[in-house]
């Protein structure tokens, strides 16, 4: 009796290190092709695909800025959902869309870009390194605040403009997307 428990604790031990083996070699594969698994769109390719960002991906091509987010560099954009458009009031919208105003719009959109790839991960990163805080520098040349509000990454412009991320980390070939639930729009412009 003792050599058979003996060979079946055996057994299941090299059974268990063999499928315990073969389970994280899976993992590994399936990590590595996870990794190597690149989207090819570009940011205004991907913004045109979604139906929830018809609102920005307007204002873009108004100011053609949406040349600027299919080039191949590296950017993150804040992008205002088309919630966060209807939230500006009728006449603000009438304003910025008006020919005459295409250089507000523009320096507007621009606080919604930074020309780097931040990953909510590196943005809470960034905010662990500074107590809390993290500054990031728009394409328009203003800062752009990150701190949490509970379990959110809030945003914050210079004029005290607020937005949450509501979904984080939307990967494409020339950088990353963020969406917001509010237009950063500087009282000044207006």
Known sequence: MKKWTSLVSLCALFLGLQSYAQDNSID????????TIKTE???????ESFENHSSLL??????????????????????????????????????L??????????AMLS??????????????????????????TTIQGEAITAT?????????DKFGNHATITTADSNQSNGIIHEIDTVFVPEKML
Not at 97 to 106: A, H, Q, T, V
Not at 148 to 156: A, E, N, R
């Open 97 to 106: 869309f008006d020919p005459e105003n295409k250089r507000i719009l523009r």
């Open 58 to 95: 307007n204002a873009l091509k108004a100011v053609d800025l949406d040349k600027v987010l299919d080039y191949k560099g590296e950017f993150t954009v804040f992008a205002p959902s088309n919630l966060a458009f209807q939230k500006l009031s009728e006449s603000t919208i009438d304003k």
């Open 41 to 47: 769109k570009s940011i205004l390719e991907r913004t």
């Open 111 to 136: 606080y919604h870009i930074i020309a780097d790839k931040l990953s909510a991960s590196s943005i809470l990163k960034a905010m662990c390194r500074g107590n809390g805080i993290a500054t990031f």
């Open 148 to 156: 949490m509000k509970g379990i959110d990454i809030v945003l914050t």
């Open 28 to 35: 590994l594969k399936f990590d590595q092709l996870i990794s």
